[in-house]
């Protein structure tokens, strides 16, 4: 088979495996490049009013997590994890159920509370949210087709200039080899000219 067919073919049958997972990869990845500006994916993230030394203890931070009526938090097996900001005063509270509350270093008071998208987003954008199995058996491949897809659709387009390139060198070489387009004498008669 022609190589170029085969590219061709590769390339559109390529195309066609992966559009699912693409497509997830693709939109999600839209949302992460954007979830530092939509307060939708990721809180705003506010200031306290210490900055560098906190001023309050595990139990006050507990304690203000538990107040927020929007989430379910009664202890720290309810906490995902703690986000630390002293040169901004605060610390973020994110919890098992996707919310965060962030709370002043300085006062223990609750700033914000908002429904945190962005892990949610971070996990179907690789594969992890839908099954780890799933992450590697289909987003990873996914992932090396579309390199594949990189490659032969930069065949794709680079090889038809190239063809005509060489062609256009190899008539070049062939007309002054031959001399076509130069006056040239005929058995002692006048010159005529070859095109």
């Keep these: 088979m022609n190589w170029r067919i085969w590219i061709r073919r590769s390339h559109r049958w390529g195309s066609l495996l992966i559009a699912a997972p693409f497509l997830v990869v693709l939109l999600s990845g839209l949302l992460l490049q954007l979830k530092k500006n939509w307060s939708w994916i990721q809180p705003p993230t506010q200031r306290g009013s210490v900055s560098n030394a906190p001023a309050i203890?595990?139990?006050?931070?507990?304690?203000?997590?538990?107040?927020?009526?929007?989430?379910?938090v009664k202890d720290w097996a309810d906490i995902d994890r703690l986000d630390v900001r002293p040169e901004r005063g605060i610390v973020k509270v994110q919890t098992k159920d996707?919310?965060?509350?962030?709370?002043?270093?300085?006062?223990?008071?609750?700033?914000?509370?908002?429904?945190?998208?962005?892990?949610?987003?971070?996990?179907?954008?690789?594969?992890?949210?839908?099954?780890?199995?799933?992450?590697?058996?289909?987003?990873?491949?996914?992932?090396?087709?579309?390199?594949?897809?990189?490659?032969?659709?930069?065949?794709?387009?680079?090889?038809?200039i190239w063809t005509k390139r060489t062609n256009r060198r190899r008539r070049e070489h062939d007309r002054q080899r031959l001399g076509v387009g130069k006056m040239r004498p005929t058995n002692g008669a006048a010159p005529i000219r070859i095109d």
């Design 57 to 72: 203890d595990w139990a006050t931070l507990l304690n203000a997590a538990r107040s927020v009526s929007e989430t379910t």
């Design 98 to 160: 996707r919310w965060e509350i962030q709370i002043d270093l300085g006062s223990g008071e609750v700033l914000q509370t908002a429904y945190r998208r962005s892990d949610l987003i971070e996990s179907i954008h690789d594969g992890s949210w839908f099954h780890e199995s799933a992450r590697l058996g289909v987003f990873l491949p996914s992932a090396i087709v579309v390199l594949g897809l990189w490659v032969t659709g930069l065949a794709l387009f680079f090889l038809p």
